[in-house]
Nanobody
């Protein structure tokens, strides 16, 4: 059984940056076995894929809508943690961001069904 806890959301002006973190825990959760992903859901919209990274750190994938602005990476300074660095934020990036973990081998792991565990979500609001 695994648990995921996101942190780092908040309010930021357009053009600014935020860094989200996702900490995984669980007695039987072996971090290196999992692909980690980030998804987001804006009000009135379906949840969409943002980024994913394999257990080894490669490959990592980002959605076209955030490519060049968002980066997903294993956090080497914190145990069992994956980060999403978000730069040049736009109004349309406003959403609840979810961390997810799955044992899928699909690349890119961009579907909800690729993941077994989900965090509770963290709100990111971009203002003008």
């Amino acid at each position: 059984q695994g648990q995921l806890v996101e942190s780092g959301g908040g309010l930021v002006q357009a053009g600014g940056s935020l860094r989200l973190s996702c900490a995984a825990s669980g007695r039987t959760f072996i971090f290196r076995d999992y692909t980690m992903g980030w998804f987001r859901q804006a009000p009135g919209k379906e949840r969409e894929f943002v980024a994913a990274i394999s257990w080894s750190g490669e490959p990592s994938r980002t959605a076209d809508s955030v490519k060049g602005r968002f980066t997903i990476a294993r956090d080497r300074t914190a145990k069992n943690t994956v980060a999403l660095q978000m730069n040049s934020l736009k109004l349309e990036d406003t959403a609840v961001y979810y961390c997810a973990a799955g044992t899928t081998s699909r690349d890119p792991a961009s579907r909800d069904s690729d993941y077994d565990y989900w965090g509770q979500g963290t709100q990111v609001t971009v203002s003008s």
